[in-house]
């Protein structure tokens, strides 16, 4: 990489303690630093849900402490046509999307990287927990040291193209150890809490912010046998393995176990529940899945296919799977033990040990 005395470094701050501590790093090891802070919502910038305004006023704060000059940019166009729209398909055609792998493949390592080679960049970095590796050539984007914090999961759409110039300055330590050394520098944000859910819902009620967009379609509730036991408000708004939020309570046939969503039966808008958490219907050893991407940008020779791990949501432990292909289009992941609730539209993420070989979209059954 030659020396990184003279290297321009666009670090994307969100106002959050991550990214202001991989500015801060960036800025000790002698880079060039410039601060980004990306505007990707405005659909309703007075709600009391959107926090975009005091997380400018945020970094703006800790650009000064650092000594950084801080630019403001507004992608919320970009991101509305990119992300938003897919995020309303997909949950329209009652699957569930994950629209923070979309926001990075799409907006914060292609808007986001574009916009910063244009201001002469040489690097950008974020607060991503993960890390990247380089060797002969090829970039290979590899879990952070802190497991419990690791977002490699969310960037694994990302081309050779786009980890190339990135920097993850929060790669090798524990969040505990950012939240201290922000505290010791002087930071602001140091205790700021950790942002969670989708972007652009911020903390209000998912239902209530999707019903803005989608028209509510109830339909009944049924167990697998079809016995009635409720109406459900629309099928876009449930998610496989779903237990929050049915209103269907957890006496009803004898047992006082919980019911989960099992299935979603679109041709007759119903939507398919079972009890108890362990109920052999919320399993599946085989998955189809489409839209397969690769990091290297080609698939691993067919030995390695053959033991792999996934995970079939970001917080799920590693399962061992192998990988072969069905068709041009699809893959079938078949996993040694079987998964607990793999939902339609999310996705499955492949790992060689630490390493992040890419991910597809989990199709319908």
């Given amino acids: 990489m030659g020396t990184s005395r003279t290297s321009k470094v666009v670090v994307g701050m969100s106002g959050g303690v991550d990214s202001s ?119 290979e984007l590899v879990k952070a040291m802190d497991a419990t914090k690791d977002q490699s999961y969310f960037l694994h759409r990302l081309t050779q193209q786009q980890l190339s110039p990135v920097l993850f300055p929060l790669g090798e330590m524990h969040k505990r150890e950012v939240r201290a050394m922000a505290q010791r520098e002087g930071i602001p944000t140091w205790a700021k809490k950790d942002s969670t859910g989708i972007c652009f819902i911020g903390e209000r009620p998912f239902r209530d912010f999707l019903a803005r967009y989608l028209p509510r379609a109830p339909g009944p509730i049924e167990t697998v046998e079809g016995r009635p036991l409720g109406e459900h408000c629309g099928l876009a708004y449930y998610t496989l393995g779903q237990r929050q939020g049915l209103h269907i309570g957890g006496t009803r046939g004898g047992s006082d176990l919980p019911w989960f969503v099992a299935a979603k039966d679109q041709s007759r808008n119903a939507l398919i529940v079972v009890q108890g958490h362990d109920d052999p219907r919320l399993f599946r050893s085989e998955l189809d899945v489409q839209a397969m991407h690769w990091l290297a940008g080609e698939a691993p020779d067919v030995a390695a296919l053959s033991r792999l791990s996934a995970k079939t949501r970001y917080r799920m432990a590693d399962a061992r799977c192998r990988i072969e292909r069905t068709d041009p289009d699809t893959w079938r992941a078949v996993f040694e033990a079987p998964q607990w609730a793999p939902t339609p539209g999310q996705y499955l993420v492949l790992y060689d040990g630490d390493v992040c070989l890419g991910g597809a979209v989990i199709a319908e059954k």
């Avoid at 960036?26 to 309703?44: C, I, R, S």
């Avoid at 507004?74 to 509305?80: K, T």
């Fill in 21 to 139: 501590v991989a500015a801060w790093l960036l800025k000790q090891q002698g880079y060039e630093v410039v601060g980004l802070f990306m505007k990707n919502w405005e659909d309703d910038d007075t709600d009391e849900y959107c926090t975009s305004r005091e997380d400018l006023v945020d970094a703006a704060a800790v650009a000064d402490v650092i000594g950084i000059d801080l630019e403001a940019v507004n992608f919320s166009a970009e991101y509305r046509e990119r992300v938003f729209a897919h995020f309303l398909r997909e949950y329209e055609a009652g699957r569930t999307p994950n629209p923070d792998v979309l926001c990075n493949s799409e907006i914060k390592f292609r808007t986001f990287l574009d916009h910063a080679l244009s201001l002469g960049a040489d690097h950008i970095a974020t607060g991503h927990y993960a890390r990247v590796r380089r060797d002969a050539g090829r970039v």
